[in-house]
């Protein structure tokens, strides 16, 4: 059995998932400070809707080697947006335009953003 995993380890490994299948303009906003929904976004961007499918199985799939698995997950590569709810991580993957016109980056502005080696 895995040892249990906080958020901002949990967040890491999926940022380093994302990243590894070419998600854009990676951001990890620590929210603990401003919310009481979770402590940690993430928020990446997809050129397509195979793309998006591509990054949400890489995370969820990193995340299931160390047997974690969403509590919630809505949303469909066709609609722009996916969410993964891991609890006290979220994960938000966009395509390009659905990421600006819904701007959670500005929407949260007042969390720092967490910073990922490499």
Known sequence: MTARLNGERKVRLAA???LAKKAGDLVVLDVHAVSS????FLVCS???????TTIVDAIRQ???EHEIRPLHAEGAPES???LLDYGDVLMHVFLEDTRAYYALERLWGDAPALVLEG
């Open 16 to 18: 380093q998932a994302a």
């Open 37 to 40: 929904v979770s402590d940690y």
């Open 46 to 52: 997809g050129k397509s809707s195979p793309h998006l």
């Open 62 to 64: 990193a995340l299931k």
């Open 80 to 82: 722009g947006w996916i």
